[in-house]
């Protein structure tokens, strides 16, 4: 149901980079980010009519037309802050979209609270779900299938689910690639956790620019794949962020998300890492506010 990933080889991001990079390109895929692999596991695998979920945006979207495809009900918790075209696609796919202060109440008390209403609902982790992992992991497949082998896939790092699932289809594809988090420096949880050894959150969901990755914390599942399997977390600072965004518009005629761009911020942040290697670098994702795209991309 999902649609293969596009690989894209830019000759001017190359250069720019200074690094050999492949895009794995998830802007296409249904709802406009690979949420939808996991999301429509998740969705066809469950025997519960009603998806309950929070997110930013795209998993929420991506339940939705999920929960459509397969005639169950949808509602999706999301940040007041979220951004507006993607809380008008959840509900453009039919689900029922609860707005919340998260300097009030967190995500997953709102879950909570709704899944007490409604007991026959599945609530589904954005990240931190077994059928959402194996959903991700469709693209690692994809990756490791791919004509060009890879030293290094890097990828955005929030709750998880996405890092993880590329761990194991990377594995189950034949492929040797180490995997490289890409995390928003604002938001170093991950990073921080991969220091001292053990699962540490964030204090409040931090305002980065790169809202897919405004997670406390990894996931437990994730984190379990990850602390064993993930090469280096690289913390990308917000101007890195911008930058990538900037970048893959106008040298890869693309149009991402600033969580779609950490990857390629990353590669900016620590070329060195990927000296002469062959890197793909996972473009999550293209829901983004018209308004901010305009902003990021016009600046200098």
Request: glycine share 10%; net charge negative.
């Amino acid at each position: 149901m999902h649609r293969p990933t596009v690989f894209l080889t830019p000759d001017l991001l190359i250069e720019r980079l200074g690094v050999r990079v492949t895009l794995a390109v998830e802007v296409f895929q249904r709802t406009g980010s690979f949420k939808f692999r996991a999301a429509y596991n998740v969705a066809r695998n469950v025997s519960n009519p009603h998806l309950l979920t929070a997110s930013s945006g795209n998993f929420g979207q991506a339940l939705a037309l999920a929960a459509k495809l397969t005639g169950k009900g949808c509602t999706v918790v999301m940040p007041a802050t979220s951004s507006a075209v993607k809380i008008e696609s959840v509900r453009g796919y039919g689900a029922t979209v609860d707005l919340i202060d998260t300097t009030k109440v967190t995500r997953e008390d709102r879950v909570a609270q709704l899944a007490r209403e409604n007991p026959e609902a599945y609530v589904a982790s954005p990240f931190d779900d077994e059928l959402v992992v194996a959903g991700n992991a469709s693209l690692g497949i994809e990756i490791a299938t791919h004509a060009q082998a890879f030293d290094f896939v890097v990828a955005p790092v929030g709750g998880g689910g996405l890092a993880a699932g590329l761990v194991r289809g990377l594995y189950e594809g034949g492929s040797a690639a180490d995997v490289v988090g890409a995390e928003p420096a604002l938001g170093n949880d991950f990073a921080r956790s991969m220091r001292e050894g053990r699962r540490l959150a964030n204090e409040q969901e931090p305002q980065t620019l790169a809202d897919g990755a405004r997670t406390r914390q990894v996931g437990v599942l994730n984190w379990e794949i990850l602390s064993r399997s993930i090469h280096e977390v690289i913390e990308v600072p917000e101007a890195a962020i911008r930058n990538g965004v900037r970048d893959l518009f106008r040298l890869a005629n693309l149009k991402s998300e600033p969580t779609g761009a950490l990857a390629v911020g990353a590669v900016a942040t620590r070329p060195d890492l990927f000296a002469g290697k062959n890197v793909c670098c996972v473009v999550s994702g293209g829901n983004v506010d018209p308004a901010l795209y305009a902003e990021v991309i016009a600046s200098a």
